[in-house]
């Protein structure tokens, strides 16, 4: 049971970032005083190391080098964005808020990550207070939306502390038979892509195949395919190539047993879904060398929809597995926009791995 109270709203810090400080009242009757604030890009490497060492508990921890990747890389970064609390100049809690745009239309969203607390300052309600700081900073940004995964734990902190509503995405696993998969054949051939010389051709399949028709869709934009994309799936992103034209791509991860697909993107006036896998697949497994006659895939139900059962010989439909993910959360921050959990009751809801955050 902790108590809150804002000795001062805003003061400008010396590094000219906002912050405020906040006083928590403990059981025990002891108070503890805070500074909440945003960074500056100096201060992202200890924010990374701070955010590496609260998350070193999972079985594949993130290393520091992730959530430094993941700030430079991105096109749309804002230290300022990244709220925490410092205690005794230490950074003890963090809320990063992303800026994406999302389908349908290109909403205007704050993305929400890095979430973790420092195991000592934990049951204080910081994170409920840097949430409520970031849905102000998002509002004060006219972003629309805004949204963040969590896990089932965590889903009714978010839903009480920010107003989040969950959505469902629908995923299967499926098994692969590897020797019925195919080699590429003339007129087609597969490499790695190329940035920036893809772009404009992966933007292209990828706003058809994907943000036309998925709710909550991250929107693309040149500098974040070339910025961002490209290192995230650095060396994973096999394309398959017709005619010197690009027609389908795919980047596959190993998570535990089972593969996930990462990303993908199709072509089908060029070329059917099931044929681009059954080519793709063959070379992305080559990639991981890995020889075991069935691979376990976790991938969007709407691409394995996208393949009629009678011409996938290379798919044992008979282990087919429902494994939908519910962690997706959305909060409607301007009161005339769409509801996302309204929409997604019509319309799919993807958020590709490789664009999560």
């Known amino acids: 049971h902790t108590s809150h109270r804002n000795i001062k709203d805003i003061m400008a810090s010396s590094d000219g970032v906002d912050e405020s400080i906040i006083s928590v009242t403990l059981e025990d009757g002891s108070i ?3 500074t909440m604030r945003g960074l500056t890009v100096d201060q992202i490497q200890p924010w990374a190391q701070f ?16 959530f430094e990747r ?19 100049k230490r950074i003890v809690s963090s809320c990063r808020i992303f800026q994406r745009r999302v389908s349908p239309g290109g909403i205007l969203a704050g ?41 089932q734990e965590f889903r009714p902190v978010y839903e009480k502390g920010g107003g989040y ?22 007129p087609y051939t597969t490499r790695l892509a190329k940035f920036p010389q893809d772009t404009q051709r992966l933007q292209e399949i990828h706003q058809e195949f994907s943000e036309q028709r998925f709710v909550g869709c991250i929107i693309r934009s040149r500098d ?7 290192k ?32 993908f993107g199709c072509h089908v006036k060029s070329i059917s879904v099931a044929d681009a896998l059954a080519v793709l697949l063959q070379v992305a497994l080559q990639d991981v060398l890995v020889d075991e006659e069935q691979i376990r895939i976790f991938l969007p139900t709407a691409v394995l929809d996208d393949m009629p059962q009678q011409n996938c010989s290379f798919l044992d439909w008979s282990t087919v597995m429902i494994e939908n993910d519910d962690g997706w959360m959305y909060k409607t921050l301007q009161q005339n926009e769409v509801s996302m ?5 019509t319309r799919n809801h993807l958020i590709w791995p490789a664009d999560s955050f």
């Not at 509503?165 to 003339?186: C, P």
């Not at 060396?235 to 398959?240: H, Q, Y």
């Not at 959990?341 to 009751?345: G, H, I, M, R, S």
Request: net charge positive.
């Open 32 to 34: 503890v005083k805070y």
């Open 51 to 66: 955010c590496a060492s609260v998350f070193a508990y999972k079985s594949n921890p993130p290393p520091a080098s992730y």
């Open 70 to 88: 993941h700030f430079y890389n991105d096109p749309m970064r804002n230290a300022s964005l990244i709220r925490v609390m410092m205690y005794e």
């Open 111 to 151: 993305g929400i990550g890095e979430v973790c607390t420092d195991q000592q300052h934990r049951k204080r309600g910081l994170l409920k207070l840097l949430l409520q700081n970031a849905i102000q900073i998002m509002n004060a940004r006219n972003m629309k939306i805004s949204l963040l995964h969590a896990a």
């Open 165 to 186: 509503q969950s959505v469902s995405s629908q995923w299967s696993v499926v098994t692969f038979i590897r020797s019925n998969l195919q080699q590429a054949q003339i």
């Open 224 to 230: 974040y395919w070339n910025e961002y994309i490209c």
């Open 232 to 263: 995230e799936l650095n060396g994973s992103l096999w394309t398959l190539v017709k005619n010197d034209v690009i027609v389908a791509w795919i980047s596959l991860r190993l998570k535990g047993q089972t593969f996930q697909m990462q990303d």
């Open 341 to 345: 959990v309204e929409a997604t009751k």
